[in-house]
T-cell receptor
């Protein structure tokens, strides 16, 4: 079974500063993927970044990077140069990439507030 | 392609009524998923279709819930005899493979009064 833990209920950051959102995961499978999604107040889940368990390099997508530490089972999201529009809920999620269930397993999320 | 569409965006219903939600996935996506998200929680998996076949169902999908995907295109999620505990956001997602490419709709927010 997969489990995602996000322990930070909320964070505040100043505009233009970098922020790290924590995510730890628990899985006994070797082949899995890790996601970060952003959910603004409008409700849609917006894909930010993906890391495969066999990817040797940390994923980057524009201002987003994923600090993947496989041995520690952590997949922290780093947002550089925060913008006011980054204020939203952020969810870490995982899935199996081979066999087993097709579902995404999400953490409880954390609320990021970017202050001007 | 305008992405994954869900209808309605909001639904208020009285306890005991039946409700049906619709999801139109991205046309070339053969995989379709339903999730439920309650306040303060992450989305929880309900069910998964590959084309028209329903291949996976969560134990959250009680016998009051039924989902269909006729012809492998749009999907419907019906809740019979709604209860207050059914109040949640119902999210639909689609993908073409088991990789990174999930696209979510904006969800249907159900309120049972």
């Amino acid at each position: 079974a997969q489990k995602i833990t996000q322990t930070q209920p909320g964070m505040f950051v100043q505009e233009k500063e970098a922020v790290t959102l924590d995510c730890t995961y628990d899985t006994s499978d070797q082949s899995y993927g890790l996601f970060w999604y952003k959910q603004p107040s409008s409700g849609e889940m917006i894909f930010l970044i993906y890391q495969g368990s066999y990817d040797e390099q940390n994923a980057t997508e524009g201002r987003y990077s994923l600090n993947f530490q496989k041995a520690r089972k952590s997949a922290n999201l780093v947002i550089s140069a925060s913008q006011l529009g980054d204020s939203a809920m952020y969810f870490c999620a995982s899935h199996l990439t081979q066999g087993g269930s097709e579902k995404l397993v999400f953490g409880k999320g954390m609320k990021l507030t970017v202050n001007p | 392609d305008t992405g994954v569409s869900q209808d309605p965006r909001h639904k208020i219903t009285k306890r005991g009524q039946n409700v049906t939600f619709r999801c139109d996935p991205i046309s070339e996506h053969n995989r379709l998923y339903w999730y439920r998200q309650t306040l303060g929680q992450g989305p929880e998996f309900l069910t998964y279709f590959q084309n028209e076949a329903q291949l996976e169902k969560s134990r959250l999908l009680s016998d009051r819930f039924s989902a269909e995907r006729p012809k492998g295109s749009f999907s419907t999620l019906e809740i019979q005899r709604t209860e207050q505990g059914d109040s949640a956001m119902y999210l639909c997602a689609s993908s073409s493979n088991r990789g990174r490419g999930y696209t979510f709709g904006s969800g249907t927010r159900l309120t049972v009064v």
